[in-house]
């Protein structure tokens, strides 16, 4: 299916479950997260052989702080041990780094790598993989107000074009495709504004099963729909 037009140009994935495939095999939570870090490099390498452009992964919301600090501390030691060797990955492949989120509540070498990753990468045309890591939508668009109003954007100045230039996906088409695993049926705060005339993809599998065969069951059922934005 690699170059067909009627796949999505723009994949958002909520990435859910891995602290259930953990349970089911008696493991840690911290084992779940890792599994499913591993499935990352699959999932991305996937859709770039498939053609998409762009590819969003939701890894870490603004309400995620609020787990228990021994399981935030392993999410956050799992980006860290990754971040250099993956970036390496990615750019030898020709796919961009981009981070959509904040960065601030990083350690400061944490957000220095993090930064180079996406330096590294930021010529790479392959794909574009956005990782939102402490992202929130509704927060997104408060800070993209803030920053309109601050920027004396007159009221007569503002349409959705201008709106969405302020958002952390500036520049980036808004995602055709928005999947999330592991069988909850709800966006939770994930790209709300860009979502509107994405078409939803819910499946049962966990994040780290979401493999090849997942992926094509996905990109057939989209190729199935019928996508209007509001016409006849």
Known sequence: MSGDSSLPCHVAIIMDGNGRWARQRRLPRIAGH?????NIRRVVKAFANYGVKYLTLFAFSTENWSRPQKEIHGLVRL???????????????????????KLDRLSVELRRRVKS?????????????????DYGSRSEIVDAVRCIKEG????????????????GTADIPDPDLIIRTGGEIRLSNFLLWQAAYSELYFTPVLWPDFNKKEIEKALLDYRQRQRRFGNL
Do not use: Q, W
């Not at 890792?34 to 591993?38: D, I, L, Q, S």
């Not at 996406?118 to 890591?133: G, I, Q, S, V």
């Open 152 to 167: 004396n954007v007159s009221p007569e100045g503002i349409n959705e074009t201008i709106f969405s230039s302020y958002l």
């Open 117 to 133: 990753a996406t330096e590294l990468t930021k010529d790479n045309t392959r794909m574009t993989l956005c990782l939102a890591f």
């Open 34 to 38: 890792r599994a499913g870090a591993k």
């Open 79 to 101: 980006l860290s041990n990754s971040i250099d060797e993956e970036a390496k990955a990615l750019h030898k492949a020709n796919i961009k780094l981009r981070h959509i989120g």
